[in-house]
């Protein structure tokens, strides 16, 4: 079984891009790889807000403190890790791998208006934990479908993820100011209109998807033991999982509570948002540019550089630097989250049986953006009510491990996949 599965093994790998040429593709509109970043794009300008904007609703609105805050934004990722591949085996489980990105948004407006409503902590951890591991099981999926996709299409993968990553900088900047001029109640409706959308985009604009006939022939249960077997059996596979997600975690602290420490300093929120906005700005360029890049390094590589960029970025950060030099740091997010997510999920997709993709992904996703993140996002809280920015200390660690088990699979020499 494990032969037969290994000839469905994706053949993207060590930056080497090959397309097809232009006139055996589709035309534009009909691109799939466009229509994929629609959908992700959706979820990205709802992400713009929630990410720096959620701390500030649950703080002015709830009355929720410090460490309430970080149980609630950083559980739904932490339980992502058991989740989230089970939600993957499931998705393998569909002849049309789109089903699943429909049916994981339209349960996600339910899963989000509940949040909205909800008013007591415990309503509010509940919901969260249910709305987010339907969007946090949707991106990847969404993500490896891109990936797929790209190959036979005429929008790259870089570009694709650029449009998703311009539609976080638009929630950034639009709602911030908004934010700024109406209040943080704004924070969860502008979310829930973004599922809405994405889940008619999944219903309505997706492509068919076709999944392998291997992965029709294996039961659930086998899929996701498969899945989790490529853990114990590929080195390279775990060790890219561990510095992705070490690295990627390394953002906890940012992620949850620079809006906070960036208040107490008096900045406005329209100036956060543009704060945010340069991150993923230097993002975008980066993405934009990802043909080009690839041809010249490899994913090892990229991991590297991005474990490199997170020591540097969340050590500087510790030091409480002026404000106009953190703006300066904020580009090195093109490294410490994009390099090193696009060095990761190319091997992680490299190294996984295109019958079990969707375990793949998503077990990549339950470390990186689930239980290290979950655990690091939680510490945050309490970091922030123990000593303030003190503690992007913490978050420079975890670049660093990250850093040293980069710097480890970088110098594997390639694993056979029999």
Known sequence: MRRRLNSHLAAAG??????????????????????????????????????????????????????????VISTPALVRIV??????AWADGFKDRRTPLAVFAGLA????????????????????????SLTGAAAPLAEGAALRASVNGRVPYGLARAVSSMAFIGGNLIGGALIARFGPDLVVGWFLACVVAMALTGTFALQPD?????????????????????????????????????IQSAHGFYYNCSTLLWRADGVDAATIGVLWGLGVGAEVAFLASLPWIEKRFGPEALLVAGGLAATLRWFAMAAAPPLALQAVLQVLHAATFAAAYVGAIRIVQRETPDAIAGVGQTLYSGFASGLLMGLSGIGAGFLYDAVKGGGYLAMGVLAAAGLALAMILARMPAQSKD
């Open 83 to 88: 989740i989230g591949p089970m939600l993957g």
């Open 109 to 132: 407006v339910f899963a989000y208006a509940a949040f909205a409503l909800a008013d007591t902590f415990w309503a509010l951890f509940v919901t969260s934990i249910i709305a987010g």
């Open 210 to 246: 076709p999944a392998p006939a291997a992965a029709l022939d294996i039961s659930y249960w086998r899929r996701l033991a498969l899945g989790l077997d490529l853990m114990r059996r590929n080195r390279r596979f775990a060790l890219a999982i561990g510095a992705g997600a070490l």
């Open 14 to 71: 060590g930056g080497c891009y090959s397309a097809p040429p232009l006139s055996a593709r589709p035309p534009i509109a009909s691109d799939p790889t466009l229509r994929l970043a629609a959908y992700l794009a959706c979820l990205f300008a709802g992400t713009g807000v929630l990410l720096p904007f959620l701390p500030q609703w649950l703080s002015e609105t709830r009355g929720l403190s410090g460490a309430e805050i970080a149980l």
